[in-house]
């Protein structure tokens, strides 16, 4: 069965950097793109990129351009968003999504990444 | 960005009811719509795509309809377990957008 697992929390410093892993399984992981999500406390989804595992070409929002990072390892079925120069607002639950027919079907559980001095 | 509006914000219902929440698009979107339900702590879990379209294993209780800019969910025979947060979203153009959520609250 499709399977989308992620890395666990983590709490870093501002300034810092964090990279938050979702392994993909179940299914031929190059045949569907894969969506970024976040969620700040309490707050609604705000869709952040997609990238292609075929060739790791990346889309942003333009509000997650320039210090988020999309990236793949097709020989883990492993996607990661690497977030850099962290602010303590981008302390959110992120999750990653399989793109199927345009929308998406399954979500990973979420990673929660909190922002703290 | 095309901007997607939810009405209401929350609502309170009863078991064995029905519901029924709409979603408006700042523009035509055809019937790129999906919606989502979420329950708190939990991630998000896909219900409805192309505004209409069940996902696997969803339960047929949950219905949607609209096209062009206004789309509607529909719950029937409410149980405890569908009291949750519901979200729609376009992806008609990128970059896909939610709306702000409807709570379903007892």
């Known amino acids: 069965q499709v399977q989308l697992v992620q890395s666990g929390a983590e709490v870093k410093k501002p300034g810092a950097s964090v990279k938050v892993s979702c392994k993909a399984t179940g299914y031929i992981f190059t045949n569907h793109y894969f969506h970024w999500v976040r969620q700040a406390p309490g707050q609604g989804l705000d869709f952040m990129g997609i990238?292609?595992?075929?060739?790791?070409?990346?889309t942003y929002a333009q509000k997650f351009q320039g210090r988020f990072t999309m990236t793949r390892d097709t020989s883990t079925t492993t996607i990661y968003m690497e977030v850099s120069s962290l602010r303590s607002e981008d302390t959110a639950v992120y999750y990653c999504?399989?793109?199927?027919?345009?929308?998406?079907?399954?979500w990973g559980q979420g990673t929660l990444v909190t922002v703290s001095s | 960005d095309i901007q997607m509006t939810q009405s209401p914000s929350s609502l309170s219902a009863s078991v064995g009811g029905r519901v029924t929440i709409t979603c408006r698009a700042s523009?035509?979107?055809?019937?790129?719509l999906a919606w989502f339900q979420q329950k708190p702590g939990k991630a998000p879990k896909s219900l409805i795509y192309?505004?209409?379209t069940l996902q696997r294993g969803v339960p047929s209780k949950f219905s949607g309809s609209g096209s062009g800019t206004d789309f509607t969910l529909t719950i029937s025979s409410l149980q405890p377990e569908d009291f949750a947060t519901y979200y729609c979203q376009q992806y008609n153009n990128f970059p896909p957008t939610f709306g702000q959520g409807t709570k379903l609250e007892i």
């Open positions: 990238i292609n595992p075929n060739d790791g070409s990346t």
């Open positions: 192309a505004a209409s």
């Open positions: 523009q035509v979107i055809g019937t790129d």
């Open positions: 999504a399989r793109e199927y027919d345009g929308s998406v079907d399954y």
